[in-house]
């Protein structure tokens, strides 16, 4: 095939659609199972969390896509403040928008506030009964989904779940899917009056099986033109280790180093995997571990490269004897590690790094990271 019609089939972006979505049959699965069995069903309220780069949004556009095909209407909102108001106002089907509208009719200036047409913003639980109602004449439904839990203010992850609780109650066709950072996540519906969110059922976006990985990769490289030999398939998918933003990040660049020999041979080799895999790792270490370590205290930094000389989890007394410190001065270190979502609690006393290679990358730049200390 002509080299300029070849198109790298791999989407390493945040939240954009994979060429397949590799390891997501189940929770698909049990959503489009809630949608068809009615009100009441487990898998109209879904709980999605995992590390950065882990599908979340992704996962959560899916769902929509499944819900519109269903007929249903899908407001899709960020949990940043104000998302309650922003939802009653996409229920609303309107959006108020401050500020003026300028019209020009024969030369004469027309000047009107805009949005005047409401005196005030409608209540989350009022818009969203009015809504879901009007939906139901028509016999659909309404999902709503939230991306970026961890951010939410309780108060209003409150005002939420207590609306749709309620409209589940009047036996209304509503679902409700959110997705966040684990630990944020958890302690958002952990720590308040969120009992309801917290029977919602749960999607660790934890690794994908690696042969589930290696189906895919084959899949997307031979419908873009090129082809791959098993070994450098095999090398490939086992370094993503599941991870879907190193799915994608992996397959663009080995995929770029097959493309270079395409007038010669399309299938692509164990040399244009390690070529690949080592463009992909410099680029997964400046896009995520080198962003989520810039300007981190000393102490944090020396935190995390004691954790290296553990190969899985770190005990953090062990953390704490390596740096002579005693552990209760480290507290308030492990926490903001914990809340950047660089490293998280796998048991009590126990912490793992959150991305995959966190560990490679602070061994390889050891030296330079405590340098910018002047260590
Ligand atoms: N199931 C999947 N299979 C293959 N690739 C995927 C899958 N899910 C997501 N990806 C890819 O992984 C990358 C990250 O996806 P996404 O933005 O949804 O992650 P996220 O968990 O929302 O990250 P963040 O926490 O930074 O918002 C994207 O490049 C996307 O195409
Ligand atoms: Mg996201």
Redesign the pocket.
Known sequence: MAREKLINPF????????P?????DKVLGDFSDGIAEGVGAPGRLIRIT?P????????LTELGDIARESGWEVIDETASKGFCSRIAEAAAGERLVPGLEVDVHLGVLDVRSKGSSRESAPSLRAALTERADALGRQHRGLLITLDEVQDASPSEMRELATAVQHLIRERIDVAFAFAG?TTGVLDLINGEALTFLRRALPEELAA?PVDEVAC?LRQSIEKSGLAITDAALAEAAQKTVGY??L??LIGYHVWRAGRAHVDDTPVIDEEDVSRGIEQAMGRFHDAVHESAVSDLPLRAMEYLLAMTEDEGVSATAAVADRLGLPATSLTSYRRLLVQRQIIEPTARGFVAFSIPYTREYLMQNRESLLARYGR
């Open positions: 989407k390493p972006t945040a939240g954009a659609e994979p397949v979505l590799v390891g997501r995992g950065r780069g882990s599908g979340k949004t992704v996962l950072l994908i895919a879907a933003y799915i994608q």
